[in-house]
């Protein structure tokens, strides 16, 4: 190993987002990590992303930063381009000008959602709204420059920590006595300390990155596909279980709706399943199921509350 590389940084962005907040601890173990947010480098400021990277000069990126606003994205589509898109692009260009990993997330509404079975990496994108359509051109982006990388297509992101459909059950929750939620759309709600684990386990096999030869995707979401709707049911049932929560009703009064009665500016796909058999098979991993992490979430939650942290 040369002094270099000894010295070369893990550099993670979007270090405070759900993710970015996990890998902090995962990536830990690989080396020092150089964990920079919005506030510290902007990925809509190209011209700073690039000397950021000719400065540190990373030997592994991870990119946890991203335009993730779905509808707000409708509006905004350049600002989500250059975020989801062209900052990825220049971080696979300097990466590969680096010979450096860079490890990136992206989406399961790259699909529409139209197949019947569970998506596979190879299975056509087609994606129905501008987020999902700048998150494809983001990979495509990666694969076009074809230097060292990885993609983790994941979905319906939670954690303690940030916004996330959890807690917005949970308000609505404690709020009202009763909620409709879309039955229709069904996929995996994962974790966003699964992510990190993963992320860190795969690297760790790759000798922290640097066995990685050539970009590839892979599909990494949790076990057991849901509806939103019984995500919803599961959220409430958990906080149920969990002395600490103020709840106006119970599971059974979350009634399901079709998509088409709660319309949003951006369409969602119906069908968000991903196979996650290549990522399983490469690695020797099984993904574990979301349950036991939502139980976790809502002890989080129950002792913050209760103890005002
Ligand atoms: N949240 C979700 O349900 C899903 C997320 N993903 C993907 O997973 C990855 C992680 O997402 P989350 O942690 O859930 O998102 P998040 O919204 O919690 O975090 C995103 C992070 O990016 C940062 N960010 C936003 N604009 C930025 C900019 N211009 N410059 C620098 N940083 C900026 C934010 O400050 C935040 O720290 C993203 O690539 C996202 O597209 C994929 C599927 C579902």
Same mark, same amino acid.
């Given at each position: 190993m040369g002094k270099s590389e000894v010295s070369a940084p893990i550099l993670l962005l979007g270090s405070q987002g759900q993710l970015g907040w996990q890998l902090q601890r995962d990536l830990a173990p690989l080396g020092p990590v150089l964990a920079l947010d919005r506030r510290t480098?902007? *990925?809509?400021?190209l011209d700073r992303l690039r000397a950021v990277m000719r400065e540190q000069r990373p030997r592994l990126i991870v990119n946890a930063?991203?335009?993730?606003a779905v509808d707000q994205a409708e509006k905004e589509p350049e600002l989500a381009r250059r975020i989801n898109a062209e900052a990825v692009g220049l971080l696979a260009e300097e990466a590969k000008a680096l010979d450096a990993l860079l490890v990136h997330y992206s989406t399961?509404?790259?699909?529409?959602?139209?197949?019947?079975a569970p998506y596979v990496e190879s299975d056509a994108t087609a994606p129905l709204g501008v987020y999902g359509r700048t998150k494809r051109e983001g990979e495509e982006a990666m694969l076009a420059v074809g230097g060292r990388g990885l993609i983790f297509r994941t979905s319906w992101v939670f954690g303690a920590r940030g916004k996330n459909f959890v807690k917005t059950i949970l308000r609505l929750a404690s709020e009202r006595d009763s909620l409709k939620v879309v039955a229709d759309q069904v996929g995996s709600p994962t974790p966003a300390a699964m992510i990190a684990t993963v992320t860190g386990m795969v690297l760790a096999q790759l000798d922290g990155g640097r066995a990685q030869q050539g970009c590839e995707l892979y599909h990494l979401v949790a076990a057991n596909p849901v509806s939103w709707n019984g995500f919803a049911r599961a959220i409430v049932a958990a906080a149920e279980q969990t002395p600490g929560f103020a709840l106006? *009703?119970?599971?059974?009064?979350?009634a399901p709706i079709p998509s088409s009665e709660y319309p949003l500016p951006a369409p969602r796909p119906l069908n968000s399943r991903l196979d996650c058999r290549k990522l399983e098979d490469r690695f020797g991993l099984t993904m574990p199921d979301w349950q036991p992490y939502l139980s976790r979430m809502m002890q989080l939650l129950a002792l913050k509350a209760q103890n005002g942290y």
């Open positions: 480098c902007d *990925l809509a400021d930063a991203a335009y993730t399961d509404y790259v699909f529409d959602g139209s197949k019947a106006k *009703l119970g599971p059974e009064a979350i």
